[in-house]
């Protein structure tokens, strides 16, 4: 079957502007997280939505990160005023409701901030 | 708080020798393990979990880990190493008194089979 899906591939922007990552999650699983992996670092985590409950923002770095899921469903991180420290690879994961179900990762964007 | 050390940033093998990449972590009650592969370009790719019973656990690619509580250990290993098994390593650790919260990983380790 189809698995997490994420768009661009690829994002190249100027300093300063607003860029949008989207996020297909895998058919059914209600939870959604959003992972950045910076050069030389591990995985750092940004933001979990849980069924209709309300997100967990704790990871967000600043304020110009944000997220949403529509429908529970498609997920868009959007990072405004980019900053050349945004640049990373952004990975979207999703998984099943329970706790004990792993967490299945989308390809990744690598956002570039020139 | 939940933590992960994966205390080496390199493993070197020669290919067809047993390879190991170590893992241990922190948490305060009973703990779901996972271990994470991720090739060049990719994203992450599920290996193997823990989460009850046996403490030798067995998952793809003929990959295993073991469980060790009182060491809070968390190994991967494989028999015998492939070329192709070269790739970045994560393990992770949840807590399941937390609900299904988002996976603590470690740094990664990089594993280099030389041919």
């Known amino acids: 079957g189809a698995g997490v899906s994420q768009s661009p591939s690829n994002k190249v922007t100027e300093k300063g502007k607003d860029v949008e990552l989207r996020c297909d999650p895998i058919?059914?699983?209600?939870?959604l997280y959003w992972y950045r992996q910076s050069l030389g670092q591990g995985l750092e985590f940004l933001i979990y939505?849980?069924?209709?409950?309300?997100?967990?923002k704790s990871g967000l770095p600043s304020d110009r990160f944000s997220a949403e899921r529509t429908g529970g469903s498609v997920s868009t991180l959007t990072i405004q005023r980019t900053q050349q420290e945004d640049s990373a690879v952004y990975l979207c994961?999703?998984?099943?409701?329970?706790?004990?179900?792993?967490?299945?990762f989308g390809p990744g964007t690598r956002l570039t901030v020139t | 708080a939940q933590s992960v050390a994966q205390p080496e940033d390199q493993v070197n093998v020669a290919e067809g020798n047993p390879l190991t990449v170590k893992c241990t972590y922190s948490?305060?009650?009973?703990?779901?393990l996972f271990w994470y592969v991720q090739y060049p370009n990719r994203g992450l790719q599920f290996l193997l979990k823990y989460i009850t019973g046996d403490n030798l656990v067995k998952g793809s690619y003929g990959f295993e880990a073991e469980f060790n509580k009182s060491q809070t250990s968390f190994h991967l290993k494989k028999p015998s190493a492939l070329v192709s098994d070269s790739a970045l390593y994560f393990c992770a650790v949840r807590d399941p008194r937390g609900g299904n919260t988002p996976l603590v990983f470690g740094k990664g380790t990089r594993l280099s089979v030389i041919a």
């Open positions: 939505f849980q069924g209709n409950s309300a997100p967990d």
């Open positions: 994961a999703s998984s099943p409701s329970r706790e004990s179900y792993e967490q299945y």
């Open positions: 948490v305060s009650g009973n703990p779901y």
């Open positions: 058919s059914g699983h209600t939870a």
